[in-house]
């Protein structure tokens, strides 16, 4: 059983078996990650095949001076940027998540076998969408990667090729937005994230 490293290797020179893996460890991530960017199932899709086709036209200037997984969550946020701008709209990113193994840190209670707490779980849904649509490109894209992704604040900075001071400092700001936003739509009550209930700390 190859590592990834090893896999990325024979990749590199032509062993198509070994791109196939790489390709399966991840084009889970890559597809989430272009779903929640551009809000749309065909565009992440889209989106998803393109990056691994960069991926393959590029793996052998691959230098390895990053790790793979910065070097293709790069790609496909990249990707996800262009077809925004082009599009001239940005999407709303679906909260819904019914993966365990990938939980969104904005989360909201589970009243499923209540249908008037659903009603409102789905208006709440709604009102994040919206208040995320009030990010700019550049905070919209850091609290994706940092709080939907889970990435850390070194990965994210190495994908972005900006300071971790720069991430940490543009993802308080889209917290602090996002959370001014739902408070002003009076929406705030319910909603939790890994740092909104903890005053939005910079760190």
Not at 77 to 88: E, F, G, S, V
Not at 129 to 140: G, I, P, Q, V, Y
Not at 165 to 171: E, I, N, P, Q
Request: aromatic residues 8%; contains cysteine; proline residues 1%.
């Amino acid at each position: 059983m190859y590592d990834e490293n090893e896999l990325v290797r024979l990749a590199a020179k032509g062993d198509d078996r070994a791109f196939e893996k790489l390709v399966a460890l991840y084009e889970k991530r890559v597809y989430t990650t272009a779903l929640r960017m551009t809000g749309n199932q065909d565009d992440a899709y889209d989106i998803s095949q393109e990056t691994f086709i960069r991926v393959y036209r590029s793996l052998k200037g691959f230098k390895g001076d990053a790790k793979f997984s910065t070097w293709i969550y790069r790609i496909v946020t990249n990707l996800c940027i262009d077809y925004n701008r082009k599009a001239k709209r940005i999407k709303q990113i679906p909260l819904e998540n019914n993966d365990e193994e990938e939980p969104f840190i904005i989360t909201i209670s589970d009243d499923r076998f209540d249908p008037e707490r659903n009603l409102e779980r789905s208006e709440i849904v709604r009102a994040i969408n919206r208040a995320l649509d009030t990010l700019s490109e550049e905070h919209r894209e850091i609290f994706i990667l940092r709080e939907l992704d889970g990435l850390s604040y070194a990965e994210i900075a190495e994908i972005k090729m900006i300071e971790e001071g720069t991430v940490k400092s543009r993802l308080f700001r889209a917290r602090e937005k996002l959370r001014a936003a739902l408070l002003s739509g009076g929406n705030i009550a319910g909603i939790r994230s890994s740092n909104m209930t903890k005053g939005g700390d910079q760190a």
